[in-house]
């Protein structure tokens, strides 16, 4: 099955474990100019204080500073009215003085703020004549600009505008007047969220003390390995963070047993460069023979010769299993065949057969594999070489010949003695590992990346991308008081051993700007007790760009509310760019663990996507109180998805969406003309009311460009209902036989 898509361009408006363990703070304040009086005209601009009310009340006060980073700084402009009103009166703190430009379009103020400044927030103050349509844009250099902000209904007065992005130079660039004389402003204020005494950072450096190297003659591998695994074995909410990295080399007689926040890698440029002659394994006898809460852990660019000719990789969701080549067979199931409930391979050699036994679902892609035996409800494949036939619902096989667009997670390697981040590059109708042969994409050099360590701030951290640096998290927990800011084309934010980042304050963890090519990958988000409108942000609000040629990657981002202590966010995931590519991502809200319960981990929404052309590849969401996914962009696919419906809610009307019963675990947006979806799945299991029911598992309007493919919904236990599947199509789930209901296709 090969996939394609067209690309007209226009865009919908935005839309507002015990597992189955049972069963299979200030906003910006600068004073107003005295002179100046709101003009008495209709208009969407806020003046200063409802906009901070308004930042309030989303949780972004505490994003912005509250000093002026363009008073005093050096400002021209593109022509003056007369020697009196130059470019510096709009920047001099003076709501008495003014700039004003000849009676022309178009015309622009710029300033330089000294440096590279992380900007969150403008203020234009006009004279009465004013622009209507401009922008706001910045530039590391003066030459090379990027829009923050742009608008053709500018409304005068005193427009405040939240921004996101960062620039040594600012200025607002007019393209149309307001008036029929030039553009005249009292001032042009700047805030910005790095502070000016943040001190440059250095790239490069050691990899901390949560990341262990070994090569074949250190001695004690095995001891070493064995402590870490007695420790992170059951420490499912700890914060101990840990990544093994093997040298490229042969290791001989080991059993790495990886528990909980645990990474294991080699450092060679293939996977055949790191041999370990034994096993990585995962295996779930601290929860008596019950995998389905092997969590947040993984296993990346290694070469296997399992001892007994099998390798075991029994794990959950957040467990990925990349670039690795098992010179055997791989088993996916616990010891003793307990229960399993779904994981993720890419990128992987298996020369012998994977046996799936118990795992309910699994989702493997671009990978060469010797077999694959056994499903329970829902196996997909995209791009495998010796991938079973599409047989779905019996055997529940939705296999797909290519992966239409993929690119591989950017890893830590060894050239010489030298770190170094390989990047691969993008593939499309990908099919098979993409290691034969030589590695296509780039390479970079430790240097070029601020090694992120415990005790590391958010303006630090902001202050390296600002530098143009790159992101390396080592293993740890971090606290951020203020977003990361990404906003480079193709910065590259890598994470190891499962580091965490914890927005403080209701801020965003983390916002990419509608630029190309950023990949994030190797993280996980832990929603603060405070609520966050949104985790983690792609693209603004506007973002519009075509990023076709070079996407935005999300791979092994996991989003976490609750579980770890109370936790709160509307939102987990947001992507409002064009072209995103989203592999693999576990986006949860708890229902185990501490701070969990229906109004003590609140959470609406685990992913809206309202861009364009966006394509998920292994999307695991769980247990959102409202849509789990809601997808309002046009041309956007799903290869894979899994999903339980929310355990706790604690009776029908709180699961009521309007006359529907329940929310969808999928919600395609009613205006959307064109969407597909391949190898889907939800699952109800109310433990606190069982009587509730829903409607549909998902919901879609019915046009010939909305179609579905391997559809499946089932009641764990009977607890709880399904009516259909998809809208009003595919039979109710019934009794307590946990059998599937399915549909083939769809409409």
């Known amino acids: 099955m090969r996939l394609t898509s067209a690309r007209p361009r226009p865009r919908p408006a935005p839309a507002a474990r015990i597992g189955l363990a049972l069963l299979a703070a200030g906003a910006l304040a600068l004073p107003g100019p005295a002179a100046l009086a709101e003009p008495a005209h209709a208009g969407s601009a806020r003046p200063a204080s409802a906009q901070a009310a308004a930042d309030r009340a989303t949780g972004r006060a505490a994003d912005c500073g509250a000093a002026d980073a363009a008073k005093g700084r050096p400002a021209t402009a593109s022509s003056v009215e007369n020697g009196g009103l130059s470019a510096a009166n709009a920047v001099d703190g003076d709501p008495g003085t003014r700039w004003s430009s000849a009676f022309a379009d178009p015309q622009w103020l710029q300033v330089d703020l000294g440096s590279v400044r992380q900007l969150c927030r403008v203020e234009l103050a006009w004279e009465a004549a004013y622009g209507r349509s401009y922008r706001i844009e910045t530039s590391d250099d003066g030459t090379t600009w990027r829009t923050l902000h742009s608008t053709e209904h500018g409304t005068g007065g005193t427009e405040t505008l939240t921004v996101s992005g960062s620039g040594r130079f600012v200025r607002v660039n007019g393209l149309a007047r307001g008036t029929g004389y030039g553009y005249s402003l009292w001032e042009f204020r700047i805030a910005a969220t790095d502070g000016p005494g943040v001190p440059p950072v250095q790239g490069g450096g050691d990899l901390g003390p949560n990341v262990l190297v070994f090569d074949p003659a250190t001695p004690g591998i095995q001891a070493k390995a064995d402590e ?168 529940p096989y939705t296999t797909l010949d290519t992966t239409p667009v993929s690119r591989e997670k950017p890893f830590l390697y060894l050239d010489g003695n030298e770190y170094r981040v390989f990047v691969p590059a993008r593939r499309t109708d990908a099919r098979g590992v993409s290691w034969d042969g030589v590695p296509q994409g780039t390479s970079r050099p430790l240097t070029q990346f601020y090694l992120v360590k415990p005790g590391a701030t958010a303006a630090t951290i902001n202050t390296a991308l600002a530098q143009g640096l790159d992101l390396l998290f080592t293993p740890g927990v971090y606290h951020v008081d203020r977003p990361i800011e990404v906003t480079r084309p193709g910065t590259v934010v890598l994470g190891l051993g499962l580091a965490t980042v914890v927005p403080d304050h209701g801020v965003t963890a983390i916002r990419v700007a509608d630029v190309d090519g950023v990949r994030l990958a190797g993280l996980l988000v832990d929603a603060g007790p405070v609520n966050s409108a949104t985790l983690v942000q792609i693209g603004p609000d506007d973002a519009a760009a075509d990023h076709a040629a070079d996407p935005t990657t999300l791979q092994d981002v996991f989003v976490r509310v609750g579980g770890a202590g109370p936790g709160s966010a509307t939102t987990g995931i947001v992507v409002n760019s064009d072209d995103v590519v989203i592999d693999h991502t576990w986006i949860w809200r708890a229902d185990h663990g501490a701070g969990v319960g229906w109004t ?64 969808a675990a999928y919600k395609v947006g009613d205006d959307v003309a064109v969407h597909e979806g391949w190898g889907l799945g939800s699952y109800c299991y109310f433990n606190v009311d069982p009587t509730i029911r829903m409607d549909h598992g998902f919901e879609a309007p019915v046009r010939p460009g909305v179609r579905f493919h391997g559809l499946s919904v089932v009641s764990l236990g009977g607890n709880g209902q399904f009516e259909h599947v998809i809208n009003g199509t595919g039979g109710a789930t019934s009794g307590t036989s946990t059998v599937p209901s399915t549909v083939v296709s769809f409409p």
Request: net charge neutral.
């Open 600 to 663: 003590v981990n609140p959470s609406d929404y685990g992913l809206l996507v309202r861009g364009d052309d966006v394509l998920a590849t292994g999307l695991f969401v769980e247990h959102f109180k409202k849509y789990d996914v809601e997808w309002t962009g046009e041309r956007g696919r799903t290869i894979f998805y899994q999903n339980e419906i929310a355990y706790d809610a604690p009776n029908q009307a709180a699961v009521q969406n309007g006359a529907t019963k329940g929310f």
């Open 228 to 395: 870490i695994f007695r420790r992170q074995e059951a420490n499912q909410f700890g914060p101990e963070r840990y990544a093994l990295l093997f040298k490229p080399g042969s290791y001989r007689d080991l059993n790495v047993q990886l528990g909980f926040y645990t990474s294991v890698s080699g450092l060679g440029l293939k996977p055949d460069d790191t041999t370990i002659n034994g096993d990585v394994t995962v295996d779930a006898g601290w929860f008596n023979g019950n995998a389905t809460q092997n969590f947040w852990r993984s296993a990346e660019n290694l070469a296997l010769n399992p001892v007994n000719g099998t390798d075991r990789w029994a794990v959950a969701q957040a467990a990925p299993f990349r670039r690795m080549h098992v010179r055997g067979g791989l088993n996916l199931a616990p010891n003793g065949y307990g229960w399993a409930s779904g994981g993720y391979i890419a990128d992987s050699r298996i020369d012998g057969g994977i046996g799936n036994y118990s795992q309910q679902q699994w989702y493997t892609r671009d990978s060469a594999i010797g077999g694959f035996s056994n499903g329970v409800w829902n196996q997909v494949f995209s791009g495998v070489q010796g991938a079973p036939a599409q047989g779905f619902p019996n055997p």
